[in-house]
């Protein structure tokens, strides 16, 4: 399954967030009907935000909540209810309004006093949930969701990142350009997932999606070229004028 990544255009940002549940929906019925559970990694952002509303206002059965385990792929050092949690807007937009079992939502600790204990103890999370060892080959997620920022960035993966190379699970990288820690998967885990799915929208990311798609491979300039799933799928779903703008439709 490995090979160039796929791309599909979307005319707007409503489109955008549709497709993305519809990947949502259809990556959870694979999941479920394969291996009886589905795992999946979300995203924070106002593109994920929507689409989430639109996975929550799914006809019932249309996701197998009971046999669904949430994830994230990063979050801000905040506490749970804070608005700029990566947690809560997916609890306003999402969990709250669908029948997922508290047990099966697994969020990261972005108000720990210490981040880096903070992500080892979601390793150890991970590890228990997925029935891996933490010391061998990382847990296979079915879906992970991601976004990118405008210099290139994916989940707190951004560019100069120490943890690009790093075989830990989960990390608290300090940002030098935000003056924070961020808690975040490593590529290290993202590549490892059956699925990822970029969802890409806005004409000031032009530059940076013509460097990630079209450039000289840089992960340390920009970050989002360091996922490439070693044994899965690779999407991205991406505005079509943004797409124009970069040179990459």
Known sequence: MTGA??????????????????RFIASAALAVRSRGLFRVALAG????????????????????????????GDERPVPPDHPDSNYHM????????????????HRLHGEAQDLEAAA???AVDLAYAFGVPTAEAPPRFDLVLLGMGPEGHTASLFPESPVLESRAWVAAPFVPALGMRRLTLTPWVINAAAG???AVGGTN?????????GGARQPDRFPAQAIAPRDGRLEW???????????VA
């Open 90 to 105: 997916a609890v306003e937009t999402l969990l709250s309004r669908v029948p997922v079992p508290e047990a099966n939502v």
């Open 237 to 247: 779903i991406v505005e079509a004028e943004l797409a124009k703008a970069a040179g």
């Open 205 to 213: 990311k032009a530059g940076a999606l013509t460097a990630v798609l």
């Open 196 to 198: 990822v799915l970029f």
């Open 45 to 72: 952002g106002s593109t994920p935000a929507r689409a989430y509303e639109i996975i929550a206002a799914a006809p019932p059965g249309a996701v197998p909540w009971k046999d669904t385990h949430v994830f994230w």
């Open 120 to 122: 080892a103890d979601y």
């Open 5 to 22: 990544p796929r791309m599909t255009l979307v005319p707007d940002a409503d489109a955008l967030a549709r497709a993305t549940a519809d």
